[in-house]
């Protein structure tokens, strides 16, 4: 699959790993569809489990919904089937020293794949960011960089790093995670054996959104389903860029306050665009949650048997604001183990 510079068409380099184009400064991505691939494991030549996680249903709000337990993955999160992709590249390129930055999963997610690859990892985060979390990434033996104030400064810190010349592995910029998120695309089809209806996920650069979305597309062009599955995302309403661009055309007056959702807290999603429009395609919308449901959200949840940490925890007020609205069968991702959220 190509990739190339979406601002002036250049193709990706055959050598190096820049984050962004070097002659524009655009953003990279895919110019060709995603290839159909439905045996994941086969996908990713770096692995340590990701995929294959369950698909359970469970009687809410009148319907049956069934809820995919993505936080049953390697490192606790959703963001391992990218990871696996992304480092799998980067060990491609010879690459032996990397950095990123995180709220918490993707930088766990990261150190982990980097340690299983021999690549030396440093991780940027918020001071802010989750005890659990912070702990995770230090236990895979990666450098942790606390970061004083907002997410949005973790990013600014980790970008003069890669300016100095550090390969920067961004989950944001890069775009070689979507095609692992397409893979929980493909098993939710051949999970359910037809057509979801909706899907459900929270929404803070988007990435897996689109990622799956573009799985989807897949599957459509291989006649494997019949329609795209109306695609919702959720953020917290402390901070949701996604849902004000989708809602007013604009994110210029969206704040960065604090929300117990860390995991979404992106004040400017650098594929924002590109995310909004594939969702407003598949018929789909964006929901924001107020701070008062996340937690209830985690209980209810929980009371399924269902444990994950608020950020997951967004897509039970969605769900109930738009079940009445959604096409069966409904499919709600949980993305996050709750046992990396500390109180």
Same mark, same amino acid.
């Given at each position: 699959?190509?990739?190339?510079?979406?601002?002036?068409?250049?193709?990706?380099?055959?050598?190096?790993?820049?984050?962004?184009?070097?002659?524009?400064?655009?953003?990279?991505?895919?110019?060709?569809?995603?290839?159909?691939?439905?045996?994941?494991?086969?996908?990713?030549?770096?692995?340590?489990?990701?995929?294959?996680?369950?698909?359970?249903?469970?009687?809410?709000?009148?319907?049956?919904?069934?809820?995919?337990?993505?936080?049953?993955?390697?490192?606790?999160?959703?963001?391992?089937?990218?990871?696996?992709?992304?480092?799998?590249?980067?060990?491609?390129?010879?690459?032996? !020293?990397? %950095?990123?930055? /995180?709220?918490?999963?993707?930088? #766990? @997610?990261? =150190?982990?794949?980097? +340690?299983?690859?021999?690549?030396?990892?440093?991780?940027?985060?918020?001071?802010?960011?989750?005890?659990?979390?912070?702990?995770?990434?230090?236990?895979?033996?990666? !450098?942790? %960089?606390?970061? /004083?104030?907002?997410?949005?400064? #973790? @990013?600014? =810190?980790?970008?003069? +790093?890669?300016?100095?010349?550090?390969?920067?592995?961004?989950?944001?910029?890069?775009?070689?995670?979507?095609?692992?998120?397409?893979?929980?695309?493909?098993?939710?089809?051949?999970?359910?054996?037809?057509?979801?209806?909706?899907?459900?996920?929270? =929404?803070?650069?988007?990435?897996?959104?689109?990622?799956?979305?573009?799985?989807?597309?897949?599957?459509?062009?291989?006649?494997?389903?019949?329609?795209?599955?109306?695609?919702?995302?959720?953020?917290?309403?402390?901070?949701?860029?996604?849902?004000?661009?989708?809602?007013?055309?604009?994110?210029?007056?969206?704040?960065?306050?604090?929300?117990?959702?860390?995991?979404?807290?992106?004040?400017?999603?650098?594929?924002?665009?590109?995310?909004?429009?594939?969702?407003?395609?598949?018929?789909?919308?964006?929901?924001?949650?107020?701070?008062?449901?996340?937690?209830?959200?985690?209980?209810?949840?929980?009371?399924?048997?269902?444990?994950?940490?608020?950020?997951?925890?967004?897509?039970?007020?969605?769900?109930?604001?738009?079940?009445?609205?959604?096409?069966?069968?409904?499919?709600?991702?949980?993305?996050?183990?709750?046992?990396?959220?500390?109180?």
């Amino acid at each position: 699959m190509k990739i190339a510079c979406v601002n002036c068409g250049q193709a990706y380099p055959d050598s190096g790993v820049p984050y962004k184009c070097p002659d524009c400064g655009g953003l990279y991505d895919y110019i060709e569809p995603f290839a159909l691939n439905v045996q994941p494991s086969t996908f990713k030549p770096l692995s340590l489990g990701e995929g294959n996680t369950r698909l359970i249903s469970a009687k809410v709000f009148g319907r049956e919904v069934y809820f995919k337990c993505e936080y049953l993955n390697p490192s606790g999160s959703f963001k391992d089937r990218g990871t696996a992709t992304l480092v799998s590249f980067l060990r491609s390129r010879g690459v032996t !020293e990397a %950095i990123e930055d /995180s709220s918490g999963n993707a930088g #766990a @997610s990261f =150190a982990a794949y980097a +340690a299983r690859a021999g690549i030396k990892a440093r991780v940027y985060v918020p001071d802010s960011a989750s005890g659990p979390k912070r702990k995770q990434i230090e236990a895979y033996g990666a !450098e942790l %960089i606390p970061v /004083s104030g907002p997410r949005s400064k #973790a @990013s600014e =810190a980790v970008i003069q +790093a890669a300016e100095s010349g550090m390969v920067y592995a961004s989950h944001a910029y890069l775009p070689f995670n979507l095609p692992g998120y397409a893979t929980c695309a493909y098993e939710i089809y051949e999970q359910l054996g037809r057509n979801p209806g909706a899907v459900i996920v929270p =929404a803070g650069q988007g990435g897996f959104l689109l990622g799956m979305a573009r799985g989807f597309k897949s599957l459509l062009r291989a006649d494997k389903i019949q329609k795209m599955p109306m695609m919702v995302g959720v953020q917290a309403s402390a901070c949701a860029p996604l849902h004000a661009l989708w809602k007013s055309g604009t994110m210029n007056d969206v704040v960065e306050s604090p929300t117990i959702a860390e995991g979404v807290r992106n004040r400017w999603p650098v594929r924002a665009e590109v995310v909004v429009e594939i969702t407003r395609r598949s018929g789909g919308r964006f929901v924001a949650v107020d701070e008062a449901f996340i937690l209830s959200g985690r209980d209810a949840l929980a009371c399924l048997g269902f444990y994950v940490e608020p950020t997951s925890a967004l897509v039970w007020h969605a769900l109930e604001e738009s079940i009445s609205n959604l096409p069966d069968p409904v499919v709600v991702v949980l993305t996050g183990s709750g046992l990396k959220y500390l109180s």
